[in-house]
Structure formats: structure tokens, C-alpha cells
């Protein structure tokens, strides 16, 4: 056997292997398979069919290593699923994610481009992928809404690259806090707020501690704890009896 000949042997082997392991599902290579690569073995006379399937299944083994290196674990796509499904909610429990959060997600994940994938584009997945009447999602009905917007995001490439490409844009983030409001403390404000820098009839209405004092602060009460309103000498039975 020639160099050559055994060297297109050695790629259809690795080519059946990868095959087998990685991309099995995929419609377009399954079905050159059974064209080409089975009859590569039954037709040894056609050159032309074998020299084809030598370039084919080199490429294709180059292509299986390249995704299997590159590739993105459904777990570290969890994680940041979960992250966003809690957002904004302290009773979620991160196992269902609602519209906004997921509209969020393929915002803040750059997944929503205003070209390719518009927010009308993940609305429309969104209501695709949830069951009929809930109002969520959970992270395999996610993972489908994903697989329908890749091939929008990434056009040009296939099924499996574009989801590996939108992976990558999911995995390591979470919600951006763009837009909340923090609370600042500036001087003007401590002037208004800090009671022990008050004058005058301001002052009166708060005590050291700074809790206001109420009406006692505003209007100066009469003492009417006599025994009727007009009478003035509460207080000074005992004095007097003294003095007697």
C-alpha cells in the first residue's frame, strides 16, 4: 500500500471516530457520510471520490478537534443563566427565568445586536420556547432559545459553531447595574439634614439627640396642672404649711 493511500486510511479512521463522538448530529455531514464515506471502502477504483474524501474527512477531523477544544460547558452557560434569573427578585430561586430578565440577558450579553437579533427578535423566541401559559422559562427551554437565536447572531456559520460562539457571549457575565440610582451625600444636603447646625426657632424644635420635640417645639404650652385652669399656686401647699 502507498504512502498516500495509507495516509487517506488513517484520516477516514480518525474522521469515523470524530464522526461518531462529535457530530453525529449534524444532518449535512451525516448524510455525506453515507454517500461518500461508505462508498470510499466498496469503490476503490474512483480516484476522484477518494481524493475527494481525503480532503473531507481531514476537514472535518481538523474541525471536530478545533470545537472540542473551543467549547463552552452547558454548566458554566448555568451559571450565568442563574445569575440573571434571580435579578431583581429576592423570592426567585434562579431554576426559571422571566421575559425581562431573559431580554436583559441578551442585552447585557451583546446577544440583542439591533441588527441580526433585534429585542422583537428574543420576545418572539421567548414566547416560542415557554410553555403556553407560564410567564418563565427554565434553563432547557433557555437553552433552546439560544439554539434559535444563534444562527440569526452568527450567519455563516453552522448550527453548532454559532452556538458555541453565543455561549461564549453568555458565559462569565451577569446583570449590569447601568442606571441605578446611588445615593450621594453632598455638603448642601448635611446642612439641611445635620439639626445641631440649626438657629433660632429651628433650633428650639429638636433636642440634643436631634429627635424633634413635636407642638413642644413650636408654641410655648402654659403649665395647667392646677386644680383649675386659672389657678397658679400648684405645687405650693406643702411650702405653705411649712411656713405656718
Given amino acids: 500500500m502507498s504512502w498516500q493511500a495509507s495516509s487517506q486510511l488513517t484520516y477516514s479512521y480518525y474522521f469515523f471516530f470524530f464522526f461518531f463522538k462529535n457530530v453525529f448530529t449534524n444532518d449535512i455531514l451525516s448524510k455525506l457520510f453515507k454517500v461518500l464515506f461508505l462508498d470510499y471502502y466498496f469503490n476503490q477504483e474512483n480516484k476522484v471520490l477518494q481524493s475527494f ?3 473531507l474527512t481531514k476537514n472535518c477531523m481538523c474541525s471536530s478537534v478545533s470545537m472540542a477544544e473551543g467549547s463552552v460547558s452547558l454548566e458554566e452557560v448555568k451559571t450565568s443563566f442563574q445569575k440573571f434569573a434571580v435579578h431583581g427578585d429576592t423570592k426567585a430561586t434562579g431554576k426559571e427565568m422571566n421575559g425581562k430578565n431573559f431580554a436583559k440577558l441578551c442585552k447585557d450579553c451583546n446577544i440583542t445586536d ?11 423566541v421567548f414566547s416560542k420556547v415557554k410553555a403556553k401559559s407560564a410567564r418563565v422559562i427554565t434553563f432547557e427551554q433557555f437553552n433552546q432559545a439560544l439554539t434559535e437565536l444563534a444562527p440569526k447572531r452568527f450567519k455563516g456559520k453552522n448550527k453548532e459553531e454559532s452556538l458555541q460562539q453565543l455561549y461564549g457571549l453568555v458565559v462569565g457575565k451577569e446583570p449590569a ?20 447646625k440649626y438657629t433660632g426657632s429651628h433650633k428650639e424644635r429638636f433636642d440634643d439627640t436631634g429627635k424633634g420635640k413635636g407642638k413642644a417645639g413650636r408654641e410655648d404650652i402654659p403649665d395647667t396642672s392646677g386644680y383649675v385652669a386659672a389657678y397658679k399656686g400648684s405645687g405650693t401647699y406643702e411650702d405653705k404649711v411649712k411656713e405656718a
Avoid: C, H, P
Fill in 53 to 55: 474524501v481525503f480532503e
Fill in 114 to 124: 439591533g441588527k441580526n437579533v433585534t429585542t422583537t427578535d428574543v420576545d418572539i
Fill in 177 to 196: 447595574n447601568i442606571g441605578v440610582t446611588k445615593a450621594t451625600k453632598a455638603a448642601a444636603v448635611d446642612r439641611l439634614t445635620d439639626t445641631s
